[in-house]
């Protein structure tokens, strides 16, 4: 079986930094893309960011980019999410997944190209 367990959130004030990891367990990780996404109290859930299992390439989210960066360590089976600068309109809750098809090519990352979902883990940003 397939799991993605995500960690690292909490509570931070604006203009702090977290980390956020994404350990997957029951496949290859180095074979499958990785994405972040996130949703907000009242809102949508939406991409943040994602990177490649080919090249490392990674995507980001227009309200990322300078602030997030996605990294991944294959050998440990474990994807990242460093977030700095962090805003009050990032609070939310925070999930990983897995491309749902190997090698597969990276953009914003959309829901449905995206499987196995973690159980999430909540960012905090106060004023």
């Known amino acids: 079986e397939v799991q993605l367990v995500e960690s690292g959130g909490g509570l931070v004030q604006t203009g702090g930094s977290l980390r956020l990891s994404c350990t997957i367990s029951?496949?290859?990780?180095?074979?499958?893309?990785i994405a972040w996404f996130r949703r907000a109290p009242g809102k949508e859930r939406e991409g943040v960011s994602s990177?490649?299992?080919?090249?490392?390439?990674?995507y980001y989210a227009d309200f990322a980019k300078g602030r997030f960066t996605i990294s991944r360590d294959n050998a440990k089976n474990t994807a990242y999410l460093q977030m700095s600068n962090l805003n009050v309109e990032d609070t939310a809750v925070y999930y990983c997944?897995?491309?749902?098809?190997?090698?597969?090519?990276?953009?914003?990352?959309?829901?449905?190209?995206?499987?196995?979902w973690g159980q999430g883990t909540q960012v905090t940003v106060s004023s």
């Open positions: 029951g496949l290859n990780l180095k074979d499958y893309s």
């Open positions: 990177i490649s299992s080919t090249d490392g390439s990674s």
């Open positions: 997944a897995k491309s749902v098809h190997p090698f597969a090519r990276i953009g914003l990352p959309r829901a449905n190209d995206y499987d196995s």
